[in-house]
């Protein structure tokens, strides 16, 4: 990997479960989803919700303020809003926007990130 910075051990981040890193100014989240690492941008692009606040059910995280829900894997959108009247709104529009995502990997009990 090119220019990958160690975030996190192995050990610091069970499986099902993220977590919120600060590197080079950029507010990530790591996320441990069956021993498979993935790191995409922290913050929400609709109001700045941290996703790392929100709940992680496989590679999908939901933004604890207004619901929306994004795929870790390939950072996309899949649910704007709560998907009420205003998230189908917000989706024709397309106001939300694909989440950042970072390139990671293992390499001993390392997880790097390459930002
Ligand atoms: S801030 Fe995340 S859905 Fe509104």
Same mark, same amino acid.
């Given at each position: ?9 192995? *050990? @610091? ?5 993220m ?7 950029? @507010?990530?989240?790591? !996320?441990?989803?069956?021993n498979?690492?993935? *790191? ?7 109001? !700045? ?6 709940? %992680?059910? &496989? ?15 390939? &950072?996309?959108?899949?649910r704007?809003?709560?998907? &009420?009247? !205003?998230?189908? %709104?917000?989706?024709?529009?397309k ?8 390139? *990671?990997?293992?390499?001993g @009990?390392?997880?790097k990130?390459?930002?």
């Amino acid at each position: 990997m090119g220019n990958s910075i160690e975030v996190l051990k192995t *050990t @610091d981040l069970e499986s099902g479960h993220m977590k919120a890193v600060m590197i080079k100014e950029q @507010d990530i989240l790591i !996320a441990n989803v069956g021993n498979v690492y993935y *790191t995409v941008s922290n913050i929400c692009p609709h109001r !700045a919700g941290k996703l790392s606040d929100g709940k %992680l059910d &496989g590679t999908i995280v939901e933004c604890p303020v207004h619901g929306s829900r994004f795929n870790i894997a390939n &950072g996309k959108v899949i649910r704007r809003l709560n998907g &009420g009247f !205003a998230g189908k %709104l917000l989706g024709l529009f397309k106001v939300i926007s694909n989440i950042n995502t970072y390139k *990671t990997e293992v390499e001993g @009990d390392s997880i790097k990130v390459e930002l």
